[in-house]
């Protein structure tokens, strides 16, 4: 394998001698001249080379992957030698990203044909292209069988399902060219692992080399990246334009003193300034981390400005509305009409979306990548500024995002995980493969190799799922689970089993997991979006809450849809949607780490006025920001050189307090571990079970990325005749019982009977045909799909091996976790223990607020944290210990 950087810019003119006439005078007629990734790109896959780009949105990522295709389709045509197959494949993650490029290619073909027609460049077949996913209709699909495009736009779900046909298959033996577009969004997700397999299927298929085309804007590292689109032992040249805009990029606060603020005030502020910010640009993109919050931001914005913010000119975009909504929105920004769109992460990729002067971000958007990706939206042609502006209202957020700024300056991206070997992936490869021939077991299992995140597949992995599929494990036959495939272990063979099994792949194909969503709908039937069925059960008869931007009244419920009417006007409750909080990346983690260090060592020396002028130069800080990220970390310093603590944060030592509420009996473990909410979730969910076990008691925990704590109730112990005090438990000792030895065992033994577990097995057993979502056409329902993972995840747990269980486990402590990372933690951190106290530190105070069960509101969210730093001011001045440099 050799994975190359391209570092030749080829001329304009040395690329247009490449093309066919009619092409080199259509793209005169556009354009002055080639982006740099294009004159990099082009001619290496003119000459058939696997070519990964990345490059900023606006740069010509989408005509550098198209040029050579086209240029080739028109030659052949040229030549009378274009025949009716299929000869390019474009994927990408989103169906209105598929959209976008299907209309964009259909423009410039015609453009190009007229150009043909006027040289006499004679074309004698149309290059014809089409869609092809669930969005497409039955007759569409017979008229691609029988005219089938020279250009397909799928996704990965449709591409599989073609694999799996017995005609429309045969178009695709012609294949030369795959491009994947938005390859950082599929590399790090089942559903580009899923893709890496059907490239392999379909290069079997074809019977030579096909050419890899990726595309993708933020993407670290690069190398792995171009294995992932490649796979094992083929070359990769890398197009790194990643960095081709200027970017202007600030923090920003609202308000001065964050912490003495009241939270009603605060989000006035807020709004005000985002106010401000949307009055002063063209169109403004605004991102909140959650579908919740871009519906709260939506919905104040119209409350308190309410003659700027009509539904005419503004919108709100994100998974949960429904697809005419969210198209409707997507044509009206792209033509201009729109004045702002809130949305979640939905608008992130590269869906065309016209000009945006500026992208606002609320709150830390967790990574550099994601806030580049996000900033990136602005500015659409390269010649322009991404602007962007990231709003904070909290101090830990501010720190964050500080950090994350100025390491987007320095060209600093986080890295992406990428899932390894996933069984019920492979679960559904091996069915599908079975469609089509009978195999030689060694045959199938080199193939999956070939794709980079089975490159490493152990066989006892892969003959285990083989037994699986094949129904070796007779006890589930009691619960309808039958063999998918034969296999025959004599002869080293498998083949498909029974006459359902090409519906049963089809029908149960994909990644992605069932969720329990409730459709919305009006009173006449009107579809509005969805809500998830635990905010359902919330709701009463005359409830008002936020979709789409709008506020509807809650009448009743039937099966799996809300009746809801149009209610204007009206204080809402603000749809609460299952686990959108964004982690933490690691990589960010420790860089925040390495920040509060060199902070520490410059309070340590007397140097407010460098700390206040370096932030301003070196982290491009606002002078309100850098004050208050100052007082911050002072108070902190103050609150442990208190406690005689000499060694600080960093991103190796791990701060330890011991926090003892004697009036509720209640012992408080806070463990300042930044290293993200991947990492804390291992972390916290060992120490958890170690301690529950050593104390016989249950231990309460509460996470964030920037530590965790476990809380448990105290025994009490006798003083004298009438009184008494509680026995705590020493915090070294508490350390002492994880390591990196036994982290992994003793967080398996923490997950089961778990929701976590009983979730993540009912995916891992839909996506491995042990529990289907559709069997002959008829949908199961979420609900029944669950009761069934109920009843078999209790018979599969004594089964030894068994890969379904064996995978619920590893996508667990690999992909929702991160096992690797936090053994790694226990490997080099240092453990610094602060003396019991009453109170929590400055750096604990957000951390701490999560473990108060009667805090819901963010209004009292505030409240205590003003509380507790007042706290910790009078205990400061009380000893009169306070350090002012």
């Keep these: 394998m050799v994975i190359k950087h391209i570092e030749k810019k080829y001329r304009k003119e040395e690329i247009l001698e490449k093309l066919e006439k009619p092409l080199t005078i259509w793209f005169i007629n556009k354009f002055k001249d080639f982006t740099p990734p294009q004159k990099k790109s082009i001619i290496p896959i003119l000459e058939n080379k696997n ?53 964009n290619l259909l423009e410039p073909l015609k453009e ?60 695709l033996k012609n294949v030369k060219y795959v491009i994947i577009d938005e390859i950082h969004e599929l590399a790090n997700s089942k559903r580009g692992i899923h893709l890496s397999l059907s490239l392999e299927r379909l290069e079997n298929l074809c019977g030579k080399k096909i050419v890899r085309i990726g595309a993708g804007a933020t993407l670290e590292p690069l190398e792995l990246a171009a294995k992932f689109l490649v796979g094992e032992k083929r070359s990769c040249y890398i197009v790194d334009a990643r960095f081709l805009k200027k970017t202007d990029i600030k923090v920003v606060i609202p308000v001065n003193k964050l912490i003495y603020t009241e939270a009603e005030k605060a989000n006035e502020k807020m709004y005000q300034l985002l106010d401000k910010l949307i009055t002063n640009s063209r169109t403004t993109l605004v991102f909140t981390n959650t579908r919740s919050g871009a519906e709260r931001v939506h919905w104040h914005l119209k409350q308190l400005f309410p003659s700027k913010y009509l539904d005419e000119i503004t919108g709100v975009h994100h998974s949960s509305i429904s697809r005419d909504i969210r198209f409707d929105v997507e044509e009206k920004l792209k033509s201009g009409k729109l004045k ?27 990574s550099v990548s994601r806030l580049m990706q996000r900033i990136g939206r602005a500015g659409h042609v390269l010649h322009e500024i991404s602007k962007g502006r990231v709003i904070c209202l909290d101090r830990d957020d501010l720190v964050e995002c500080l950090v994350m700024v100025k390491k987007s300056y320095e060209y600093w991206l986080d890295k992406f995980h990428m899932p390894r070997n996933c069984l019920d992936v492979l679960c559904q490869h091996i069915v599908g493969m079975a469609l089509e021939k009978k195999w030689k077991i060694e045959e ?121 009417v149009e209610a204007k006007e009206k204080k809402p409750t603000i749809p609460s949607w299952f686990s959108e909080q964004l982690p933490l990346s690691y990589e960010l983690a420790i860089e925040i780490g390495k920040f509060r260090e060199k902070i520490f060592k410059m309070i340590e020396n007397n140097e407010k006025e460098k700390i206040i002028e370096f932030l301003e130069k070196e982290y491009f800080a606002e002078k309100d920001v850098a004050k208050e990220i100052y007082d911050y970390f002072l108070l902190q310093y103050n609150f442990l050189k208190y406690f005689g603590i000499k060694e600080f944060h960093s991103d190796k030592n791990v701060i330890v307090e011991n926090v003892v509420d004697e009036k509720e009996g209640v012992q408080n473990i806070i463990f300042h571990s930044l290293y993200g909410r991947r990492v804390n979730d291992c972390l916290s969910r060992a120490y958890a079970y170690a301690l529950s076990k050593k104390i016989n008691k249950s231990v309460k925990t509460s996470i964030t990325d920037n530590g965790f ?33 036994n982290i992994e065992e003793l967080v398996r033994k923490s997950l089961l009977n778990t929701e976590l577990i009983k979730r993540k097995f009912r995916h891992c057993a839909s996506r491995s045909y042990m ?24 018979i599969v747990k004594d089964l030894e091996d068994f890969p379904v269980l064996k995978e619920t486990y590893r996508e667990i402590l690999e992909d929702f976790m991160d096992i690797e990372k936090a053994k790694e933690v226990l490997s080099f951190c240092r453990f610094i223990f602060l003396p019991k106290t009453n109170l929590p530190s400055p750096f604990a105070h ?38 002012k440099p």
């Design 340 to 366: 702002a769109v809130i949305s979640s992460t939905s608008l992130e990729l590269g869906i065309d979306i016209g000009y945006i002067d500026l992208v606002v971000q609320i709150g830390s958007p967790k």
């Design 846 to 883: 957000n951390i701490f607020i999560l473990s108060e069960t009667d805090v819901v509101l963010m209004e009292d969210r505030r409240k205590l944290l003003l509380e507790l730093h007042k706290k910790i001011l009078e205990k400061i001045h009380e000893n009169n210990y306070i350090f």
């Design 444 to 564: 199938a299992y080199n193939l999956i190799k070939k794709a980079y995140p089975y490159s490493n597949l152990k066989f006892k992995d892969f003959l285990s799922v083989l037994r699986y599929l094949a129904g070796y494990y007779h006890t589930l036959i009691n619960y309808n689970i039958y063999g998918k495939i034969w296999l025959d272990e004599g002869e080293k063979i498998f083949g498909r089993m029974g006459k359902y099994t090409r519906v049963i792949y089809t029908l149960n194909i994909g990644t992605i997991p069932d969720e329990v969503k409730i459709k919305v709908r009006t009173i006449d039937g009107k579809f509005v979006g969805f809500i998830e069925e635990s905010f359902l059960e919330r709701l009463m008869p005359s409830d008002i809450f936020v979709l789409g931007g709008k506020t509807y009244e809650f009448v009743k419920s039937k099966r799996n849809v809300a009746y809801v």
């Design 771 to 794: 529990i289907l979502k559709n069997y002959k056409g008829h949908e199961i329902s979420v609900e029944k799909q669950q009761i069934n993972a109920e009843k078999l995840i209790k």
């Design 51 to 103: 070519v990964l780009i990345t490059s900023p949105t606006g740069s010509g990522k989408t005509l550098a992957c198209f040029l050579a295709i086209i240029n080739n389709l028109i030659k052949l045509s040229h030549q009378n030698k274009l025949e009716d197959f299929v000869y390019c494949i474009y994927i990408s993650p989103l169906r209105a990203l598929d959209r976008d490029i299907y209309w």
């Design 112 to 171: 190009i044909e007229e150009i043909c027609g006027k040289i006499g460049y004679k074309l004698n077949k149309k290059i014809r292209v089409a869609l092809r996913t669930g969005d497409v209709k039955p007759h569409e699909k017979q008229k691609q069988l029988k005219e089938p495009p020279h250009i397909l736009i799928t996704t990965p779900e449709t591409i599989a399902i073609v694999l799996g046909t017995i005609k429309f298959k045969e178009k």
């Design 709 to 741: 704590i476990l809380s448990f109730e105290l025994e009490k112990e006798r003083k004298g005749i009438f009184g008494y005090k509680y026995k705590t438990i020493n915090s070294e000792k508490v350390v002492s019982l994880v390591n990196k030895n």
